[in-house]
C-alpha cells in the first residue's frame, strides 16, 4: 500500500506560479511511475502530466505543455509539478497518482493521493 500525499496548492492570481509536492509513503518509490490529474467542479477527472519511473520521460496534455514541468526526486520519495504561466482555467484539485506498471494517460493508476486545491483568480 502507498500513501500520496500533495501539497503546495493555493490562490494565485493569473500569471503567477506554483509548485505541487507528492510525497509518497513507501521505500521502493523508483518503481512507481507518477502522474498528476485534475478535476474541475462538475467536470470529470482528466490527465495533466506524467513521469516515469526514472524521471528520463514525461509527457504532457495540450493544455498545460509549455507552462507546467512535472519531476521527481527518487530520494526523497516526491514528485512535482511546477505550474508558470497560470490561468482561471487551470482552477481545480489536483491528484497525484502512482502505478507500477505504466506510465501515461490512463486513469487506472494504482494509488492516488487526497488532492490539493489550486485557484487562479482572473
Known amino acids: 500500500q502507498v500513501q500520496l500525499v500533495e501539497s503546495g496548492g493555493g490562490l494565485v492570481q493569473a500569471g503567477g506560479s506554483l509548485r505541487l509536492s507528492c510525497a509518497a509513503s513507501?521505500?521502493?518509490?523508483?518503481?512507481?511511475?507518477m502522474a498528476w490529474f485534475r478535476q474541475a467542479p462538475g467536470k470529470e477527472r482528466v490527465f495533466v502530466a506524467t513521469?516515469?519511473?526514472?524521471?528520463?520521460?514525461?509527457s504532457y496534455a495540450d493544455s498545460v505543455k509549455g507552462r507546467f514541468t512535472i519531476s521527481r526526486d527518487n530520494a526523497k520519495n516526491t514528485v512535482y509539478l511546477q505550474m508558470n504561466s497560470l490561468k482561471p482555467e487551470d482552477t481545480a484539485v489536483y491528484y497525484c497518482?502512482?502505478?507500477?506498471?505504466?506510465?501515461?494517460?490512463?486513469?487506472?493508476?494504482?494509488?492516488w493521493g487526497q488532492g490539493t486545491q489550486v485557484t487562479v483568480s482572473s
Open positions: 497518482a502512482a502505478d507500477s506498471k505504466r506510465y501515461g494517460a490512463q486513469r487506472d493508476y494504482d494509488y
Open positions: 513521469i516515469s519511473w526514472s524521471g528520463g520521460v514525461t
Open positions: 513507501t521505500r521502493t518509490f523508483s518503481n512507481y511511475a
